[in-house]
């Protein structure tokens, strides 16, 4: 087993880049860096290939890189991405030759999972979701526990089943929200395509616009309409990856009024990846593209920007 991002992580880099801050720059040497990076505590304790992962990503931006301090500020909003508080886990259970991702978020963190079979999941915080590293070949089976949104991808020879408490939930290829929390009645609800919900004592077939929504008392599932297709947590995360920065720039403008001149037009074709979290505004998110491109985005007054090399 092994883990791919650690809860120290956010906290690790936390105090690299206020160290940085201090410095008012990212000139200082290396050794001074590095003996900031081994005093940080808790450190000792996170698995070899995440703290050389970790102190890789640092020297790459600190050290072998000489940036203006908007620059570094721009790094420090994309590291802040990469852990902002959940872990992940690779294992296999016993008797098992299955090998299980299995991911926990915390308090305001969102995540955005791609499956190997090309599925998008968001996952909301105070949330649990495991799902074997290759889909078997007869269904793509997904265990929740707590909130997630997903956008299935459409594979009609093998059912996509989510597990989640008392009810589990069989699509082929749709986009919806299951709703689990322990203690709390479960609810799925449907944006495209066809659902169907088993839960303990009877099963609905939903529809875009339906809820399914289990009784608390009589245990059954009630399938009613609603107006609220995807939550609004899922807004707050946005998944950049694969896209051009044209393609970002037009997503950010449909929710924030900005123009941007690009200096030519071979910018727009620049490829990112990851995700941005919306919580940081629009000016931040063009700081941490920016950085993400190694472009220059600046502002010539409130609402327009202009981007160059």
Not at 138 to 167: C, H, M, Q, W, Y
Not at 223 to 243: A, F, H, I, R, Y
């Amino acid at each position: 087993m092994y883990i791919n991002e650690s809860t120290d992580t956010n906290n690790a880099f936390s105090k690299i880049v206020n160290t940085l801050r201090k410095m008012g720059s990212i000139n200082g040497s290396k050794n001074n860096i590095k003996r900031e990076w081994d005093s940080i505590p808790k450190q000792g304790i996170l698995p070899y290939e995440t703290k050389t992962r970790m102190w890789n990503t640092i020297e790459k931006n600190t050290v072998f890189k000489k940036r203006r301090r908007q620059r570094w500020m721009a790094a420090a909003s994309v590291l802040f991405l990469l852990s902002i508080g959940s872990y992940q886990v690779v294992f296999n259970p016993i008797f098992s030759k299955t090998r299980i991702v299995a991911t926990k978020t915390f308090p305001q963190d969102i995540r955005i999972l791609h499956l190997p079979d090309g599925t998008r999941v968001w996952v909301n915080e105070n949330t649990e979701i495991s799902y074997p590293k290759e889909f078997g070949s007869n269904e793509r089976s997904v265990t929740l526990k707590g909130e997630a949104f997903f956008e299935v991808k459409r594979d009609p020879s093998k059912p996509f089943v989510i597990r989640s408490g008392e009810i589990k939930t069989t699509v082929l290829g749709t986009s919806f929200a299951i709703k689990a929390y322990d203690g709390m009645a479960p609810e799925v609800r449907v944006r495209t395509g066809k659902v169907r919900v088993d839960g303990r004592n009877n099963t609905v077939l939903l529809e875009k616009g339906d809820a399914g929504v289990m009784a608390p008392k009589t245990k059954t599932l009630q399938k009613q309409k609603t107006e609220t297709l995807e939550p609004e947590w899922k807004k707050m995360m946005l998944d950049v990856d694969g896209l051009t920065l044209d393609q970002v720039i037009v997503q950010l403008q449909s929710f924030h009024h900005f123009d941007v001149q690009y200096a030519n037009d071979n910018l727009k074709k620049l490829k990112l990846s990851g995700t941005l979290d919306a919580r940081q505004g629009y000016v931040k998110m063009l700081q941490t593209v920016a950085f993400a491109v190694e472009v220059e985005i600046k502002a010539t007054d409130s609402i327009h920007y202009s981007i160059s090399k």
